[in-house]
């Protein structure tokens, strides 16, 4: 971080107020929707009017509201894929698309046919390079998971496949967004030693407010506030540091007994051997201002047991632009507290009971409690 400001590690950006050549290459046509979730339905609705899309196969893992989200739009049939474990890969009827999820920032699973079409979401790698070469139908990522603006979801086809029309805006979403941006620029304040815990509660509340807005907005276009930035951040720069912070935290990690360290773009996955073990050491990196996350907080309702049990082991440890090697070093030493020091498991995988019974390839599924996606 920044020398003289307050030092903590997670949680939602602050204000960006930087100067950069902006995303350059971005993938062109590209519609912007107010969030990831926006730009998804808005394509099954297309697809569905234009195309006669009938059906959507989703991972069992993946973001529970999202998935509630789709089954609004068309029917949705789960297949059983996640960050971890062994995977079953789609096999879509002809009038049914696949939506293919990047676990943090990894290559997906890939359906066995081709369907009506592929869906990739690159969310927690828009960048990747693996992606042009893989060339699905169409990609939709939620820009906040990593970068600094307020809202927005894209979408665009690498294979040049006809789009939803341009969005509109929304005066309810630009609301919602003016209360992010307002927190953000509270928590620039907080940062730079402007106000105590108070101001913290403050600005967690209007991030809040923002973000509930945000969620009950119809599709719409992104602000103009999130234009304005993308012309302007320094998109690559911010991925590279992101990677080089995430080899230093995974580094500092190693050797570390009932605890699977996993490297990836997004950052890095701590993988422990009980949920009981992770809810100590999430609660002892939040006493040091460490805010690690859950992806994706599940039940029973929402995945199979050993996806459920995957997502009471994991926390995801933040390693973006805004920290560099010196503070991913203070994370690990932070980690290494909390945990004692034992032998390297030299797995990325991890023993999780297994689903009970197959996966049914048409089944829809919806999930039941609400989750931060």
Known sequence: MTPGTRWEVGSSFPLWTGAGAGWTDDPRPMRLYGNGRQALAALLRFGHEVHGWDRVHVPAYYCPPVVRALSTVVPVSRYEAG????????????????????????????????????????????????????????????????????????????????????PLEDDRHLAAVATIVSAMAMKSAYLAHAGGAAEKERYLARYAAGEKELGRSRPCAASPHTRYLLDRLPVHDMRRKRLRNTEVLARGLTGIAGVTVSADPYGVILLFDSAQRREAVRRGLLSARIYPAVLWPMDDADAPERFVAYSRRMLHLHTDFRWGPEDMTRVAAAVRRLVPAGRDTGSDRTEVPPMRGSAPTRAASAATKEAPC
């Open 83 to 166: 960050p971890h474990g062994p995977v079953v890969r789609p096999d879509p009827g002809p009038g049914e698309v696949v939506l293919a999820v990047s676990f943090f920032g990894r290559p997906p699973v890939l359906p066995v046919g081709p369907g009506a079409g592929l869906i990739v979401d690159a969310t927690h790698d828009p960048l990747a390079p693996w992606l042009p070469d893989l060339c699905p139908d169409f990609v939709v990522a939620a820009l906040r998971k990593t970068l600094p603006v307020p809202d927005g979801g894209a979408l665009w086809s690498p294979r040049g496949r006809g789009l939803p029309p341009q």
